[in-house]
């Protein structure tokens, strides 16, 4: 089972909201690829993305949405716990088969980068809720 599969199923979100959430997903994906560009990491543009990773993002701004006062590291708490309970554990390098993670973590004990990427894409959420 994939990560994106351990994540809560889309079918919660209102269809007359999702073209909404979608946009605000892709905003999210680009800014953080432009950030991590400038990192020297590559992350592929939305329109070349999985679906299972659209998806995930999709829930994260979800999320994001549903708990709009929620600190930065929220999503990934709830992450966290969500993998915890459908059986992975932290370990050096990400490993479907084994069920482990590198960021099974504490949000505090995240790389700088990591941190900084989450706080970008909480911040497009939540400008584009004052915004909207």
Not at 79 to 108: C, D, N, Y
């Amino acid at each position: 089972m994939s990560e994106t599969q351990q994540l809560e199923s889309l079918d919660h979100i209102p269809a007359e909201h999702m073209e909404q959430i979608k946009a605000i997903a892709k905003m999210c994906h680009e800014t953080n690829r432009s950030y991590l560009s400038v990192m020297r990491d590559t992350v592929k543009p939305w329109g070349e993305l999985e679906q299972q990773d659209k998806d995930n993002t999709i829930e994260q701004v979800a999320f994001l949405i549903l708990n709009p006062e929620s600190k930065v590291s929220a999503w990934h708490d709830a992450w966290v716990a969500k993998m915890i309970v459908a059986g992975w554990k932290f370990g050096q390098k990400r490993s479907i088969k084994s069920k482990t993670h590198e960021q099974l973590k504490p949000f505090h004990h995240l790389p700088e980068k990591q941190q900084v990427k989450d706080a970008l894409f909480h911040t497009v959420v939540q400008q584009a809720i004052h915004a909207g």
